[in-house]
Each structure stands twice: as C-alpha cells, then as structure tokens.
C-alpha cells in the first residue's frame, strides 16, 4: 500500500516538472519563462517566437502548437486566440496559458485533443498589449489606464476600418498583428477581453450597406457567426445564460452583434474579417475586468470546453486547392461562395489554397482567376467538425502557367465607397436613435 501511494506521489511529480502552473497572475518575466519551459519540454509539438515588440520593447510572443508548430502544411487550417490587447483585461492571458498546457500535457493521451493537435495548427497570444497589463499594478474589476498602449491608444480603435477613415497612428503592437496576419492564412480566431459576458460577433462598425438602420451591422457571414458565438456561449458554463453582468445588459443566448452593443472604429475583428480573411470574435470573458486570483481555476473551468469546441469550428465548410492544368498552384485566385461576397474578395494563398467556412448546405463555389473564365461547382457540405476536416474540394483550370496578380485590397473605407453609390440611387432617411447609452465603462 506504502509502495502504490509513493508511486502515485512520484507520478504527480514527474508530471509537475514538465509543466506546472499555478492559478495566479503572470507577469512579463513569468510568462517569458513558461513558455520557453513549455516549448522546452515539447520541442516537436510547439514553436515559440515573438511577433514584435510593444513600445516599451516587450517581446510579442505567440506559442503555436500543432503536429507541424514550425509551418504551413497544405489542408491543415491556422487557428489562434489573442487575448489582452486592453491590459487591464486580464482573465484571457491567464486562462490561455492553462489552455496552452491542456493541450500539451493531452496531447497522445486524450485521443480529441491528439485529433486536433493533429489537424490544426493553433497560434496562442497571450497578451497582445504587455505594457498596459504591467501599468495596471493590482486587480480591480473597472476600467483603468492599462486599457490602453504605452502611447495611450486603445489597440481595439487602432486597425484600419472599412467603414470610415482610421486617424489614429498604427501603433507598433498593432502594426505587428497586421503583418502576422498577412503572413499566415488564418481561417478563425477569437479575441478575449473582459468585463462583460457575450461573445460579439463582426460588424463592430457599420452603414447602410450593412444595414445599420436595423440597428444591426450584417456581415454576409452573418449566419457563420452567429453559429460561431453560440458554440462558444452554450459550451461556456453560464454565458449562454444572457443574464450578463447586471440587469441593465442582458444577452440572449450569451451573443451579440459587435454594432447592436455598441459601434466602434478600427476594431481587430472587422480588420481580420475584411483584410485578413479570418473570422474572428470578440469574447467577454468576465464582469470584473481585473479579478483577484484566487477566481482564476473557476474561470479556467468555465471556459476550458468552450475554448476547445471553439477551435474545432475551424474545420467548417470547405478547403481545397486550385491549380492549373499541370497541378501547379495558383496563388491569388478569388474563391467565393455564390450569394456572399466579401468586400475584399477571398483570395488563394501561395499554394493555391482556400478555406471557406460555412455551415452545413449546398453552395455554388466560385473561383476565379482575372482574365480566364471562372470555374462555378456546386458542393454540399456536410455537417464535418466532428471529422476534424472540412469538405475538401479542389479546382482545375484547364489552361496552363495561369498568373493571377497579387491581390491586395486597397486601405480605403471599401464600404463608405458602396454607400456613396448605393445612396446616389436612393437617399435614406436618417434616424435618429431617441437615446444613445452613455457608456461609462467600455469593454471590447
Ligand atoms: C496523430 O499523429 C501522430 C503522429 O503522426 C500519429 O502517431 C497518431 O496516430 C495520430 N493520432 C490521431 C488520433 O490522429
Ligand atoms: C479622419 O480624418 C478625416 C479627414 O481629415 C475626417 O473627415 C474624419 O472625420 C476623421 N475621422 C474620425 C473618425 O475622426
Ligand atoms: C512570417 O513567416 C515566416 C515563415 O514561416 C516566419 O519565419 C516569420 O517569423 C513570420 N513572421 C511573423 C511576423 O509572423
Ligand atoms: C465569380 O466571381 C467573380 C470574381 O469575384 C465575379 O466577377 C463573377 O461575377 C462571379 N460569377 C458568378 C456567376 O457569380
Ligand atoms: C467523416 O469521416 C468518415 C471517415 O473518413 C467518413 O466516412 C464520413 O463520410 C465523414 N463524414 C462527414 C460528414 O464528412
Ligand atoms: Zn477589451
């Protein structure tokens, strides 16, 4: 009996060395060090590297994990969570750092997690804004100062906007999260913040075009967001619930569209959406934006499934290749599905590669490469998350040594210039909300 429980005791033990961590707040230096400990002790499932440096000249780290963590492998989809952009929201830093050892400590033991890891090339950044989150020295569940950058810029109104023009100057933190996101092909994300409990979803500005006179601002996704918000509400312990934080904002169902709460500019998920072509949301994550520690395993256990099931959803719709006559790739063709544009066309990346996520149904695909005649094929999607890959379907053009050029998409409000046009033909009436809500704590 002594024999078995010494065993067990050294088991514990062994388990703890590789990767303890405890339910308390990680300041830069800590959380420098777990996550070389983590990649040290899982060199061939994770990568480490820094994205950048804040303006105090703290590193940008972003851990990715995965079967292949150091690159892009063909079919596999790139997922990633950011959490802390607003310093003083501090409950996503922390809960993706046990995410980080949930996956690794799973991995080969838990045969989902094995799956995925298989499947999926995750990206974790656990706190995009370093200095706001030193500056706010001790919890406190109210907006404070670490909101903002070392500059003092809300890094949540600091992306270029396709609705109005951004004045405000890109800040290094910002600028690189644009580069990052140019340089992979992010399929999903999502973006943690704190101080209320919904997950929002894209459009956080809007116009008419997006028919903010309903007080709604529609993406042409708008029903792949909505799936995307309430797998995370109904996987979370008590978002789905909508009660909120206090009887003055209720939720139904725990979601919202980002402009139905309230409007902003130059938000992060509208940027990924129109220019990165990655479906990103916002999670609110806790009614105290700061809270003390000792909360921290209670929010871990609240959002440990969500923040799984959520990954899993980048498996939706349909992936696949388009090629020439000879098989060779064709970077920058446009694939889009029939009936929903996007204002900056999806394109394929270097290897030929798209991703669409949809929901289950019959699309009418189209790729297009400028100049050839677009390919049109209808698919039906299967409802596929649970087989961790979406449909696979790939195009062939029937030329050869087919060009596409480079596809950026211009900076420019795209949708102001689809307002101008639309309201040349018909002018509409402007209503006036009768009371705006004045926000005396801002969240995402
Ligand atoms: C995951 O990949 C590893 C390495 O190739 C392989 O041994 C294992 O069988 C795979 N597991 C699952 C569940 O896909
Ligand atoms: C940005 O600057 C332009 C041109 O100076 C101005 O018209 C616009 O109102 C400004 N936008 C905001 C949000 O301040
Ligand atoms: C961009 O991708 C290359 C190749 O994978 C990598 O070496 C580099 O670190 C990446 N840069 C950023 C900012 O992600
Ligand atoms: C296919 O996509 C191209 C490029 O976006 C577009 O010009 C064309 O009208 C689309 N074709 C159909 C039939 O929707
Ligand atoms: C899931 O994968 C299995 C085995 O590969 C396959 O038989 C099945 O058709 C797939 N289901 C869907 C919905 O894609
Ligand atoms: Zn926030």
């Not at 990052?180 to 997950?199: D, M, P, Q, Y």
């Not at 903010?212 to 995307?228: A, Q």
């Not at 980002?258 to 479906?279: A, H, I, P, R, T």
């Amino acid at each position: 009996m002594r024999a078995a429980a010494g065993d067990v005791v050294g088991i514990l033990c062994l388990v703890s060395v590789a990767a303890a961590l405890d339910f308390k707040y990680h300041h830069t230096e800590e959380l420098e060090a777990y996550l070389k400990s983590v990649h040290a002790a899982y060199p061939s499932l994770t990568h480490l590297h820094s994205i950048g440096r804040s303006v105090e000249g703290r590193d940008l780290w972003v851990l990715v994990l995965g079967r292949f963590p150091t690159h892009h492998k063909i079919g596999i989809p790139e997922f990633k969570y950011v959490a802390n952009m607003h310093g003083d929201e501090t409950v996503g830093r922390e809960i993706l750092l046990h995410l980080i050892e949930f996956l690794v400590t799973s991995y080969r033991r838990d045969p989902v997690i094995t799956r995925l890891l298989n499947t999926t090339r995750i990206h974790v950044m656990p706190t995009m804004n370093p200095d706001g989150f030193e500056a706010t020295k001790v919890p406190d569940c109210y907006y404070t100062q670490g909101r903002y950058n070392k500059n003092g810029e809300d890094l949540n109104r600091n992306f270029p906007d396709a609705f109005e023009n951004n004045n405000a100057s890109i800040q290094p933190e910002t600028q690189a999260v644009m580069n990052w996101i140019k340089n992979e092909t992010f399929v999903l994300s999502a973006n943690l913040h704190g101080g209320a409990l919904v997950a929002s979803y894209t459009f956080d500005n809007g116009n008419s075009v997006t028919s903010t006179l309903k007080g709604y601002s529609r993406s042409p996704d708008d029903d792949v967001f909505i799936h995307l918000a309430k797998t995370y509400s109904f996987n979370h312990a008590s978002m789905y619930k909508g009660t909120g934080c206090d009887n003055r904002q209720t939720f139904p169902e725990g979601i919202t569209n980002g402009y139905s709460w309230y409007q902003l500019e130059g938000g992060m998920q509208d940027y990924n959406y129109v220019w990165g072509q990655c479906f990103e949301i916002t999670l609110e994550l806790s009614c105290c934006k700061y809270p003390p520690a000792d909360q921290l395993e209670k929010f871990w256990r609240d959002n440990k499934a969500a923040l799984i099931e959520y990954i899993k959803q980048v498996h939706l719709g349909v992936k696949g290749q388009v090629t020439d006559k000879n098989g060779t790739p064709i970077p920058n063709a446009i694939v889009e599905a029939k009936g929903r544009p996007h204002v900056c066309p999806y394109r394929t990346n270097k290897h030929g590669e798209y991703f669409l996520l949809l929901l289950p149904g019959t699309y009418v695909i189209n790729a297009t490469v400028p100049g050839f005649k677009s390919i049109l094929e209808t698919v039906e999607i299967p409802d596929n998350t649970g087989n961790f890959s979406a449909l696979k379907h790939d195009f062939s053009f029937s030329q050869v040594s087919i060009q596409s050029t480079a596809g950026s998409c211009p900076k420019t409000p795209l949708y102001q210039e689809l307002e101008r046009a639309s309201s040349a033909a018909a002018k509409p009436t402007l209503h006036v909300f009768g009371l705006m809500t004045i926000m005396l704590v801002i969240f995402k």
